[in-house]
């Protein structure tokens, strides 16, 4: 019950919360048809709940959401309908019509409990979507651009765009590589989600990846397999199609369905219905390329054949012409090699005659010059020998006059050091001898303090001063302890000595000082 405190009425917050859910229960008694846009499924795996996110929007703004909640047992039931009906699966952002009661708990607030899904509606969408999509790409002008770029003669070099361990991508390549004509393909995979809320933008990512090397590809094959007719609303997807519809080289699908042609599909230069399909598609351009390259090696076999033959036919009758021309050139050109001979040995010999009295006139001239310059030699050798010993002479004469000019500098220079040295050694010599006499004199003094100090240490002069010393038998008594009572003790004064008997004895401790 609410309080009245200061005339005023006051509820707390749970007695709020239960009126409202008093007066939505009291208002909203049955389920009601209701189209949505399923934003998030928020499906629980470990438990089988779904939380849908519920959402309307407008001019692509938000007007109204709700969330709601679609319990495991009705989750699995309506998922089998839409599956059999629409070929998808519950997904995000998929519009729904769907039957459902409002509810209000305290704690969790508003939420509506789906009770059933209309799959027809949503069938109804996608188709709309679809269409939608093919009215955007044709107003744009890009929905055939595709088809009309040019199909390579031969298209062995593929991207491929596909699932590593997708069952159409292992069929795609045991046709394309295990062909029995040794076709060659050159295949690489971009790896991608073929299916699912994620494919969409998973395919184009690689794509843009594709088309970064498309130099390197003839063209681009986007395969799924395996999985049947279910997820290929993604394929109708705007942002896709228009990806396949502008890619810059022929993009060819083998997405694996019998019925209803996506967007995708019919923008790409070609699709096929099997992965199998689409090897064949490419197969059958090998072959169409082959079979007249066939039919040209056989007629070219022919050809040549045809013409080795006449052209064997035309050798022999060339050969045999060269031959008997050939005998005739050799025998004539032998006739003009004999008169040549003995025009040749004829010239020779007249050659040879010339020449010899040529060098022996050659031999008598070399014999008199050869003479001249050998007198001539002797007589410069003679004239060089006489000058080299007047040069001789005269570098003895230079030569001895610098070297007496040396030695005189030299003794000059040796005189010179002895008299400066000798000084030297008079100097050090008079500077050590009062050295050493100061020296002398110092070390005189300390002797004298010496033998002074000496001097009062003597045993005498110590006794003098009053000292005396005991002896017992004969030795020098420095411990009373050694001393027993009726000893006989001498004592050595400075002048004397007495004898005397121990009557008492007083040992002392010994110390440090004692020793």
């Given amino acids: 019950m609410p309080e009245i405190i200061a005339e005023k009425t006051i509820f707390t917050l749970a007695e709020v919360a239960r009126s409202i859910q008093k007066t939505l229960q009291d208002r909203y008694r049955s389920v009601y048809w209701i189209k949505a846009e399923m934003n998030k499924l928020n499906h629980y795996s470990h438990s089988g709940h779904c939380y849908p996110e519920l959402l309307e929007k407008k001019d692509g703004k938000v007007i109204a959401e709700i969330r709601s909640t679609l319990w495991k047992g009705d989750y699995q039931r309506i998922n089998q309908h839409f599956l059999e009906l629409t070929k998808e699966p519950l997904k995000n952002g998929i519009r729904v019509l769907l039957q459902a009661s409002i509810t209000y708990d305290p704690i969790h607030g508003l939420s509506l409990h789906i009770v059933d899904i209309d799959p027809s509606f949503s069938l109804g969408e996608l188709e709309r979507e679809k269409q939608l999509s093919i009215e955007t790409l044709k107003s744009h002008g890009i929905f055939d651009n595709n088809k009309q770029l040019s199909f390579p003669l031969l298209p062995k070099r593929i991207a491929i765009i596909s699932v590593e361990t997708s069952k159409g991508y292992a069929d795609f390549l045991k046709i394309i590589d295990g062909n029995p004509y040794g076709y060659y393909f050159e295949h690489q995979l971009f790896p991608a989600l073929l299916q699912g809320d994620k494919s969409v933008s998973s395919i184009i990512k690689q794509l843009k990846e594709v088309a970064k090397h498309a130099d ?12 049947g007719e279910i997820g290929l609303s993604s394929y109708n997807h705007l942002d896709l199609a228009t990806a396949i519809a502008t890619f810059p080289i022929p993009v060819i699908t083998g997405i694996g369905h019998a019925t209803n042609e996506t967007v995708s599909e019919m923008v790409a230069y070609k699709n096929a219905i099997t992965p199998s399909e689409l090897a064949d598609y490419l197969m059958q351009h090998f072959h169409r390329f082959a079979q007249p390259i066939t039919n040209a090696e056989k007629v070219l076999q022919l050809k040549t054949k045809q013409l080795l033959r006449e052209k064997n036919e035309a050798l022999e009758s060339t050969i045999k012409y060269f031959r008997i021309s050939t005998l005739n050139i050799v025998k004539h050109h032998k006739q003009q090699t004999s008169s040549l001979l003995i025009y040749l040995l004829q010239h020779s010999k007249y050659r040879l005659a010339h020449v010899r009295s040529t060098f022996r006139q050659n031999e008598n001239q070399l014999l008199v010059q050869t003479k001249h310059v050998i007198i ?74 010496w033998e002074r100090h000496l001097s009062l240490l003597d045993p005498h002069q110590v006794l003098k001063r009053g000292y005396s010393i005991t002896l017992k038998a004969g030795k020098a008594i420095t411990d009373a302890s050694t001393v027993n009572m009726g000893n006989q003790i001498k004592t050595i004064f400075a002048f004397g000595e007495v004898q005397s008997e121990v009557t008492f004895v007083k040992a002392s401790k010994k110390t440090d000082t004692h020793e």
């Fill in 216 to 227: 390197h590809f003839d063209v681009v094959a986007i395969i799924r397999g395996g999985g």
């Fill in 376 to 449: 001539n030699g002797q007589s410069n050798i003679g004239h060089l020998a006489q000058r080299l010993k007047r040069e001789n002479v005269h570098l003895g004469k230079h030569f001895k006059n610098n070297l007496l000019q040396l030695k005189d500098r030299l003794t000059a220079q040796v005189e010179l050091t002895s008299t400066e040295n000798q000084s030297v050694l008079k100097d050090a010599e008079h500077r050590l001898s009062l050295q050493s006499k100061s020296y002398l004199q110092l070390k005189q003094k300390d002797i004298g303090s």
